[in-house]
């Protein structure tokens, strides 16, 4: 499977399986995340053709392909996640992590340029930056230039907060872990409840706050059936709330697991449909 494809599907499978209050094939706003899956498909296969590597370009231009077709924000952190996995896996497939590691410790004030101007530009609800560069400033990337902050750097400031910044200045880990799962048999809908049970998600924290965000690891904690998930994603939706970080992190888990075992595409379609019923 070429590394663009297992990006696609990755994408689709995680935006039509059922996921308590995310977007799932039953949501209006399916075909969106469809969209936006094929043409982050079409970037990577645009990127991985080039001679040379250019991360914060790269994602740059990611979003403001989706942008051009699909104004609404579908997937910048899948965006941020698949990228630089993408990269990897086009130096060392077989060790992925190593080459990752690799690239983002090499990664320029250059590149987290262009990153703050994909942000900028994302329609992301971003927030007010605990610390660092306001990524919403129009000036945001002369202030990056100025102060030399590299990519890492700008991740390094908002790990703490963010789950899509701490898992590139720690390697990964949950995607990495999460993709083992879906290799040894876990469906998606587990791995999603299982991250979002272990770690309050970042956009429902951004979005209501620290306390929302923990109430909905406790009651991802506590969900027994999938009809007490059912249940659960109408009040969810009912209140605007969707755990969006975890569902990229599942996206990214999908992909390298497809990258790790394609044969693997099969169950993870036929486990999506049986949620739609």
Not at 105 to 129: F, Q
Request: aromatic residues 6%; charged residues 25%.
């Amino acid at each position: 499977m070429d590394i663009w494809e297992a990006s696609e599907y990755a994408c689709i499978i995680e935006a039509g399986t059922f996921k308590p209050g995310n977007v799932h094939s039953r949501r209006e706003e399916f075909l969106d995340f469809v969209m936006s899956a094929l043409l982050l498909g079409k970037s990577i296969r645009n990127m991985l053709s080039q001679n040379e590597i250019h991360m914060g370009k790269f994602i740059r231009e990611a979003v403001m392909e989706r942008s051009r077709v699909v104004p609404s924000n579908t997937n910048l952190g899948i965006i941020l996640l698949h990228i630089p996995l993408a990269v990897a896996a086009s130096v060392n497939r077989k060790n992925m992590q190593q080459a990752l590691d690799t690239l983002v410790r090499t990664a320029t004030v250059g590149d987290a340029e262009h990153v703050a101007e994909a942000l900028r530009i994302s329609n992301a609800r971003l927030g007010t930056p605990l610390e660092g560069p306001d990524m919403r400033n129009e000036q945001v990337a002369v202030e990056i230039h100025k102060k030399g902050l590299t990519l890492p750097d700008l991740f390094l400031l908002s790990s703490s907060w963010d789950m899509i910044a701490s898992e590139w200045v720690t390697g990964f880990p949950i995607t990495f872990s999460c993709a083992k799962r879906l290799v040894e048999g876990d469906s998606v809908l587990s791995v999603y409840m299982d991250i979002l049970c272990n770690y309050p998600d970042s956009l429902v924290q951004r979005k209501f706050g620290k306390e929302v965000a923990e109430r909905i690891r406790s009651d991802a904690a506590n969900m027994r059936s999938v009809e007490d998930m059912k249940e659960w994603d109408a009040l969810l939706h009912t209140e605007g709330i969707n755990p969006g970080t975890t569902a990229d992190l599942v996206a990214s888990s999908i992909f390298v697991a497809l990258l790790d075992d394609e044969s693997l595409l099969q169950r993870l379609v036929k486990d999506t449909r049986s949620y739609q019923h």
